[in-house]
T-cell receptor, first 116, second 113 residues
Framework: DAGVIQSPRHEVTEMGQEVTLRCKPI?????LFWYRQTMMRGLELLIY????????DSGMPEDRFSAKMPNASFSTLKIQPSEPRDSAVYFC??????????????FGQGTRLTVV | LAKTTQPISMDSYEGQEVNITCSHN???????ITWYQQFPSQGPRFIIQ???TKVTNEVASLFIPADRKSSTLSLPRVSLSDTAVYYC??????????????FGTGTRLQVTL
């Protein structure tokens, strides 16, 4: 498997524009996480899904942020409208439990978002 | 979720053993302890996980005392490529709201010659 695939790797956009980040989890994984990383706040969990259903979105900073998982192989994180303070690296991660106890999650390479 | 406390940074020379301790005084009975490693410009990578006593894999060892209020990640004979940020996480694997992986500030390990 190619691992968790995120696109784009880099995104530069102007304030006010809509931004869509994409994630393809590892096939067979039933959990998907979206994280945001900045120097000031570190790694923050934004939202996570189980079997395509959002379980906890308490980390989503504002209504400008939304996430969807229409099927087991695809998820999006959308920011509309974007603001400079949204500039960060956004990571997607996936994992599979299947009755085991491991919390190992596999992370993608991240999308570096810059809002100017 | 149990809060974790780690040193902000550590320095080591190549070839030495490095021990990074994480405090988690409020760890719950069902919580596991997990360590991740993150290199610059990459996502975190799972290193090791344990519940009690000692766990060892090809990369590291994890020591957990009987009271489980702390844990120590041990990296044998580090090399320059072990320079990274190491995160300690505590939680119950995938049960409701406790499922989420919450990262603390991590420990920045710098290995030099």
């Amino acid at each position: 498997d190619a691992g968790v695939i995120q696109s784009p790797r880099h995104e530069v956009t102007e304030m006010g524009q809509e931004v869509t980040l994409r994630c393809k989890p590892i096939s067979g994984h039933d959990y998907l996480f979206w994280y945001r990383q900045t120097m000031m706040r570190g790694l923050e969990l934004l939202i996570y899904f189980n079997n395509n259903v959002p379980i906890d979105d308490s980390g989503m900073p504002e209504d400008r942020f939304s996430a969807k998982m229409p099927n087991a192989s695809f998820s999006t994180l959308k920011i509309q409208p974007s603001e400079p303070r949204d500039s960060a690296v956004y990571f997607c991660a996936s994992s599979f439990i299947g009755g085991g106890s491991s919390t190992e999650a596999f992370f993608g390479q991240g999308t570096r978002l810059t809002v100017v | 979720l149990a809060k974790t406390t780690q040193p902000i940074s550590m320095d080591s020379y190549e070839g030495q053993e490095v021990n990074i301790t994480c405090s988690h005084n409020n760890i719950a009975t069902n919580d596991y302890i997990t360590w991740y490693q993150q290199f610059p410009s990459q996502g975190p990578r799972f290193i090791i996980q344990g519940y009690k006593t000692k766990v060892t894999n090809e990369v590291a060892s994890l020591f957990i005392p009987a009271d489980r209020k702390s844990s120590t990640l041990s990296l044998p004979r580090v090399s320059l490529s072990d320079t990274a940020v190491y995160y300690c996480l505590v939680g119950v694997p995938y049960t409701g709201t406790a499922s989420k992986l919450t990262f603390g500030t991590g420990t920045r390990l710098q290995v030099t010659l």
